[in-house]
């Protein structure tokens, strides 16, 4: 017995002797709390929350008089619970309205953002929204409207009220099971509704006095530089010091892209890294020049206050993005380590940037912008670390030294953040770490330095020369990412992973980094598996599109789409989460489908499925039954089901919202629904949504929510 209850305690005993590394792992408790939180299929209560702070109370009380040994376990799961309820409250901190219909009608607004969508229109973000028969606590906090046909009539700009006549509608789940939830990320961003619109926009009132002044100013920083650099190099350069990036042509976009120079073109850590690091430098040593204040006062402490100050500028000027404001708590860490004596990159420091970026914005755990940053900085802080007293001065020329630092910064940053990219991008570049290294060093010694110098005569009407210089340095970049971009094999299309895929891999590597002694090398195991399971994952047959209009099969050549054009946005992610790199139009083309467009047939294993869309459909249900096993309907069906055959209408599909199919070896179909959870970013209540089956009969198949 007694050599039973030392082996209960051994993990005990290893914990509590590991204390001085344990740190490190706060955040990644918190994250796991977050994403349980984030993974619950219905929108907990008050009575819930209110358990959750009794345990968190219990837990502190619990600490207080337990032994030491337990320490760890219980502040352990403190974490776990402290992220569960802060991703709670962060919830119902922005809790927005979100439209409930499809509204056309006149929408009024202030602009607040304007950029480009995917499809290269201008894009703008309105608040103080006014919609035409819609009650003020029904009406979006904001509201994101795209700009088709004719426009130009209004110079448009931040705080000016506008008014046009537009489509909106609440924004959309996932296009596919356990896709991105756009519609998601909209509720905490208080994005209430999305649309478009073909007519023209029309200025209602100027801004007013103080009203957007920092975007207003953002604008005019913007304007004024791409009038002294041209194309895209200016646009390039506008959005290194504003975050606008609203005039960068999409070519520009998608062979930064293609070369893995994205990061380049969003303020996130590496540019706050490079300006306040700068800035930080020029004070710091140019203090030391002078011998007067050098002797009188702490040249280094006075250096990171200043760069702090600095970088809190950079912030507000870059609009204060999500990225940039998880950079600026990442410099402000390692600044104010400065400030106190402490070491300025270690993983405690880093650690400590994401347990106030995680409780202050629980939402940024699940964005791919969160997870390549710390991934980067987790991954040099251990390799640098690793070099640390391994490395011989002499080993090779000095000169050499700044070469080879780049080139190990960039593979490392680059291998850490690879997979989260090819799992939320479905892209690798083959040729990022050339196009890192010819780029890298013209942003860190070039481009942002001068934009500093440039933000500092401005005023007094010198920035010319430093203006000149961030031009020649952002060409050069645009000029790296469109020459790698064309090379063959620069992109390569990677498929989705299943959803734990990613999370399993993190926590695989962070034991590896974290962890001490030979018991780390346990993290390589659930590393290199979730890496096979990622491999050998297969893609569903058939997916089927939230409004029935389209539906996807996979074949030899690849996924086939039942329809040409429509659904655009479905069909380039279904695609591109298939690790393709075609178009719709493509797919559209190759063999599986037959019929005309509005009764599109296929055969899956031993299924008979026909799609029906268009005016008259429905009296086409009872004719087709007698041959199909399953029926895709565009619209609402409200006919007499035929025997044998049930139907897969907008009635179901707008309680399930896009579908997956999946043969099984007993000869029914498997179905994956996206509509899983009933949160406060769905909008459809709180009861969990109805559950499909589908069962192969002698004649006909049966499809409907279980619970009818």
């Avoid at 009380?61 to 376990?73: G, K, N, T």
């Avoid at 975007?215 to 005019?220: E, K, P």
């Avoid at 020329?397 to 780049?406: E, K, M, Q, S, Y």
Wanted: charged share 15%; hydrophobic share 55%; proline share 5%.
């Amino acid at each position: 017995m007694g050599r039973l209850i030392t082996l209960v305690q051994m993990p005990f005993v290893a914990l509590a002797q590991a204390r001085g590394v344990l740190f490190a792992w706060v955040p990644v408790l918190i994250a796991m709390g977050i994403g349980l939180w984030f993974g619950l299929p219905v929108e907990p209560e008050g009575q819930h929350y209110a358990a959750l702070a009794v345990v968190l109370l219990g837990l502190v009380i619990f600490y207080r008089f337990a032994p030491e040994v337990l320490h760890p376990v219980l502040t352990a799961i403190f974490c776990v619970v402290l992220g569960m309820l802060a991703a709670g409250l962060r919830a119902h901190l922005v809790k927005a309205p979100l439209l409930g219909f499809r509204y056309y009608g006149p929408v009024q607004g202030r602009v607040v953002n304007i950029d480009r969508s995917q499809s290269d229109m201008v894009r703008l973000t309105l608040d103080q929204v006014v919609l035409s028969r819609v009650a003020a606590d029904r009406t979006p906090a904001r509201v994101r409207v795209s700009l088709h046909g004719e426009q130009g009539y209004v110079a448009l700009g931040p705080g000016q009220i506008i008014v046009t006549t537009a489509h909106l509608s609440a924004p959309e789940g996932p296009v596919e099971p356990d896709g991105f939830d756009f519609r998601r990320m909209a509720y905490f961003d208080r994005l209430g509704a999305v649309g478009y619109t073909r007519l023209p926009v029309l200025l209602l009132a100027p801004p007013t006095v103080g009203s957007q002044w920092i975007n207003r100013l953002r604008a005019r920083i913007s304007t004024a530089v791409e009038a002294r650099i041209d194309g895209d190099a200016g646009a390039f350069a506008a959005a290194l010091v504003t975050g606008d990036r609203a005039r960068i042509s999409r070519a520009a976009h998608d062979d930064l892209r293609a070369a893995n120079l994205a990061h380049l073109l969003a303020i996130s850590g590496l540019h706050m890294a490079l300006l306040t690091g700068f800035i930080f430098a020029m004070l710091r040593y140019g203090l030391a020049l002078l011998p007067v204040l050098a002797l009188r006062l702490n040249s280094k402490k006075m250096a990171a206050a200043l760069a702090l100050a600095a970088g809190a500028v950079y912030l507000l000027l870059s609009g204060g993005n999500v990225a940039t404001e998880r950079a600026f708590v990442m410099a402000a860490v390692m600044l104010g380590a400065v400030l106190f004596d402490r070491r300025a990159l270690s993983m405690r420091s880093v650690a400590l940037a994401a347990c106030v970026l995680l409780l202050a914005q629980p939402e940024t755990l699940l964005e791919p912008g969160f997870q390549m940053s710390f991934a980067a900085t987790v991954a040099l802080i251990a390799g640098y670390g690793a070099l640390r007293g391994r490395t011989r001065s002499r080993a090779f020329p000095g000169w050499l030294t700044p070469v080879l630092a780049v080139v190990f910064t960039s593979l490392l940053a680059g291998l850490a953040t690879a997979p989260i990219a090819a799992a939320h991008f479905n892209r690798v570049s083959g040729y990022g770490l050339v196009a890192n290294v010819l780029a890298v060093p013209v942003m860190g010694f070039a481009v942002m330095p001068a934009a500093v110098l440039a933000g500092i005569l401005a005023p007094l009407g010198l920035e010319g020369a430093a203006i000149w210089v961030m031009g020649k340095g952002t060409s050069w970049i645009l000029w790296v990412a469109h020459t790698v971009a064309a090379w063959d094999g620069s992109v390569r299309a990677v498929a989705s992973p299943p959803w734990f895929v990613l999370p399993v891999m993190a926590l695989g590597a962070l034991w590896v980094i974290l962890w001490r002694g030979p018991v780390r090398f346990i993290g390589v195991a659930p590393f290199v598996i979730s890496f096979g399971i990622w491999a050998l994952a297969e893609r569903p047959p058939i997916l089927i599109s939230a409004d029935g209009k389209l539906v996807g099969l996979t074949t030899d050549a690849g996924r086939a789409l039942s329809a040409a054009k429509g659904v655009g946005f479905a069909a380039k992610q279904w695609l591109e989460n298939d690790g393709e790199m075609v178009d719709q139009l493509t797919a559209a083309a190759r063999k599986g489908f037959e019929g005309p467009p509005k009764m599109r047939q296929f055969i899956l294993d031993d299924w008979r499925i026909v799609q029906l869309k268009g005016k008259g459909a429905e009296k086409l249900v009872s004719t087709v039954c007698a041959m199909a096993d399953l029926v895709i309907l565009e619209r609402k069906y409200s006919g007499r089901k035929p025997a044998g055959c049930r139907i897969v209408d907008e009635n179901i599909l707008r309680k399930t919202g896009a579908i997956a199919l999946w043969p099984a070896a007993d000869g029914s179909m498997r179905v994956s629904q996206t509509e899983t959870q009933r949160r406060l970013w769905t909008g459809k209540g709180r009861d969990q949504p109805a559950r499909l089956v589908l069962e192969k009969r002698a004649k006909a198949a049966t499809i409907g929510p279980v619970d009818q």
